[in-house]
């Protein structure tokens, strides 16, 4: 399994990287990277519903899996070291919104744990991706219905950020890589 987690790694990287670099050079503001990726991942979990309903072979399962789950562990870490701070301090009095999706994000978290540390010929594996997927799904529509649209009214240089974060971004992709 290690050397299947290092080859979905680099591919990964290697993907992922080539969209940061777009984004970073076209300056994208905060709120459409992180748009872009909620996207990106939405993608990948439609494909993967494509190979269970195909039953693909484990192993196809398994790399689009991990694959998923390096995104999302991207994407929370860049949210919760530079958007989330940055956002509670400018929403004020509606923190609130960022409290429930740092829960949701820890239970996303847990939820990625198992996926990483099962296999796909496990009788829940599937299962469990199915759930991240729903809870992304409803993370996402929080966040783009609520905490953007407001994100975008308060003062935030919006640019600065999603340039910070898009360069964090490339940092943690060379991490995965190793």
């Given at each position: 399994m290690p050397?299947?987690?290092k080859a979905t790694s680099s591919s990964t990287e290697s993907r992922s990287s080539s969209k940061t670099s777009g984004s970073s050079s076209s300056k994208l503001d905060a709120i459409k990277l992180l748009t872009q990726d909620h996207k990106e991942?939405?993608?990948l979990f439609d494909d993967y519903d494509k190979l269970v309903k195909g039953d693909a072979d484990a192993d196809e399962r398994e790399a689009l899996a991990q694959e998923i789950c390096e995104m999302l562990t991207l994407h929370a870490t860049i949210e919760e070291e530079l958007f989330y701070p940055q956002a509670r301090e400018a929403l004020g009095d509606n923190e609130d919104l960022?409290?429930?999706a740092t829960v949701e994000h820890a239970s996303a978290k847990e939820l990625i744990a198992q996926i990483e540390e099962s296999s796909p010929d496990e009788e829940l594996y599937d299962a469990k991706v199915k759930v991240l997927s729903e809870y992304i799904q409803h993370h996402v529509k929080e966040e783009e219905g609520e905490i953007f649209p407001k994100i975008k009214k308060a003062e935030l240089d919006l640019l600065a950020l999603g340039e910070e974060m898009a360069q964090r971004k490339e940092v943690l992709?060379?991490?995965f890589a190793r």
């Open positions: 050397a299947t987690k991942v939405k993608k960022i409290d429930e992709q060379s991490s």
